[in-house]
């Protein structure tokens, strides 16, 4: 039982060290999904900063900062879960599909690979962000962050996954691209505070499950959450355990 | 001894039969061509032979396991090189092995050996240190029919295995087929467009055509049965010469896109 359950963890360590080795060695990706926080984190960073300040809502580096760390997130690791998409067209998901396991360890083995992807260049982010000039505020908090971050990745990718399974090909990307994960970052609260906002606006932001992820970073980061980090917690983890299941099931039902 | 039985074996897609009843047997150690114009049934056939599709209707045992109840034991005694490259072409042609040596639950020291073995076998041992998408198409399918043989299978698929290859390619991939089948005594079913190729290799044949099984036997038994001279005037005799039109689904548009994107 012992040897068995160690293989099952061989198997999953296999598929996420291969999404780990595919990444680190994409010097062009990790280089081009850096570039858009970048520009946000200047051009909105700098751009908007003296007007925030003159609202009397202090630095808006400070502020921004969080919420680029959760973009950067939520764009790689939808990506990273819709990569089944290329792995069915390019044909390696049938040489996993044929293989003696389960899909639920590929799928659970290629998510995992595909957060920790996510988590890394989050992590870039923050790096970045703290050459732009970002404090936080509690440091020794920033550890616990990092989890916040592979919970969040771990959402998105399994959301990628889940939808990643239900499309035929490419062509659907843009459209998940601007109907979903534009939404998603935009309404929540990653740029713009939460207080205050239009009636209609604060309820989907509520729906919004990045809003809870953003909201657990600037907590821990700069000590300011809207939610509350035990709300934001518990959404996050029943959120993430959903689609995971969901993820799970719409992979086990792929047809190659 | 029968490695492969197929049993009254139907496929149905909607109202469309893919496959129609169809029956055939592999005997251990046969090197066995399963040949029919594009859209008969083959692949369909070949997805249920290896678990990726369940029958509608109909039973199949290879090894001794039925597929569809024990996915597992029939998936570890086969092998399979499919159509379509399906390598990680980010990875090394060792990591591709070794990657599927691990799926495939071998211990550590058995992987290093058997990889070893292997890519000496199909002459990539010196390459394997380098990404697979520095290989040509001819170095890929080697690497693909080593890795197929990784975990010592009794079986071995190949999916039209030398599309698109030169024919000094083919002739190698043929040699080391052929070998191994002998040494090892290993089970090759495989699909071809090539008659000559299915000619020269196989000691059985099956054709199949619209789902259903045409004429089985080999290749100097069709000969005689449709009065030819060659498997290609039997084979055109068996199923017409009629250009089949098959229309072209989400994976075709990618194919081709693909095909666009690289090189």
Redesign the interface.
Same mark, same amino acid.
């Given at each position: 039982m012992a040897a068995l359950n160690f293989w099952l963890m061989k198997i999953i360590y296999i598929l996420w060290l291969r999404q780990v080795k595919r990444f680190l060695r994409s010097k062009s990706r990790i280089v081009g999904a850096l570039g858009q926080p970048l520009l946000f984190l200047l051009a909105f960073g700098y751009g908007f900063g003296p007007i925030f300040q003159r609202a009397g809502q202090g630095n808006y580096l400070e502020f921004l900062a969080p919420g680029i760390i959760a973009m950067t997130i939520i764009f790689t690791s939808i990506f990273n879960g819709m990569e089944v998409i290329w792995d069915r067209q390019f044909g390696f998901l049938k040489e996993t599909l044929v293989a003696p396991v389960s899909r639920f360890q590929i799928m659970f083995g290629r998510t995992l690979g595909g957060a920790t992807v996510a988590t890394l260049q989050g992590i870039i982010v923050l790096a970045i962000s703290l050459i732009a000039g970002f404090r936080p505020v509690n440091w020794w908090m920033v550890p616990w962050s990092v989890v916040i971050m592979l919970v969040i990745a771990l959402l998105f990718t399994a959301l990628g996954t889940a939808l990643a399974s239900q499309l035929a090909d490419m062509q659907g990307f843009q459209l998940i691209t601007n109907f979903l994960v534009m939404p998603l970052f935009f309404l929540s609260g990653a740029m713009f505070p939460i207080e205050g906002l239009p009636k209609a606006l604060a309820t989907i932001v509520k729906f919004d499950p990045l809003s809870y992820g953003v909201d657990a970073l600037r907590g821990m980061l700069i000590n300011v959450t809207h939610f509350g980090l035990h709300v934001d917690a518990i959404v996050l983890v029943v959120i993430t355990i959903a689609f995971l299941a969901i993820g799970s099931y719409s992979f086990s039902k792929i047809q190659v | 001894m029968n490695i492969i039985e197929v049993i009254d074996l139907n496929k149905k897609f909607g109202g469309f039969t893919a496959v129609d009843n169809i029956n055939f047997t592999v005997a251990k150690g046969e090197i066995f061509a399963f040949l029919g114009p594009n859209g008969a049934g083959k692949s369909t056939t070949i997805?249920m032979l290896?678990?990726?599709?369940h029958p509608t209707k109909g039973r199949i045992q290879l090894n001794g396991h039925d597929p569809v109840k024990d996915?597992?034991?029939v *998936?570890?005694s $086969?092998g399979?090189v $499919?159509q379509?490259?399906?390598?990680?072409? /980010?990875?090394t042609a060792y /990591?591709n092995m070794d $990657?599927?040596g691990?799926?495939? +639950?071998m211990p550590v020291q058995l992987r290093r050996e058997r990889i070893e073995q292997l890519l000496k076998f199909v002459e990539l041992w010196d390459r394997r240190n380098n990404?697979v998408k520095e290989f040509s198409g001819g170095m890929k399918r080697r690497l693909e029919v080593a *890795?197929g043989l990784m975990h010592h299978p009794k079986i071995l698929f190949l999916d039209e295995p030398t599309l698109g290859l030169d024919p000094q390619t083919r002739n190698h991939i043929w040699t080391y087929l052929k070998n191994l089948n002998q040494q090892e005594n290993i089970t090759v079913f495989f699909t071809t467009h090539y008659m000559a190729e299915a000619e020269q290799i196989a000691q059985r044949i099956a054709v199949i055509d619209h789902g259903k099984i045409v004429a089985t036997g080999t290749t100097a038994e069709l000969q005689q049965r449709t009065g030819t001279r060659s498997l290609e005037e039997a084979f055109l005799k068996l199923t017409g010469d009629t250009i089949r039109e098959e229309s072209s689904t989400?994976?075709d *548009?990618?194919?081709m +896109?693909?095909r666009m994107w690289r090189r």
């Open positions: - | 997805k290896t678990t990726l599709l996915s597992s034991a *998936r570890k $086969f399979i $499919f379509d490259p399906s390598l990680d072409d /980010e990875l /990591e $990657f599927h691990v799926l495939y +639950g990404l *890795r989400p994976m *548009r990618m194919r +896109g693909r």
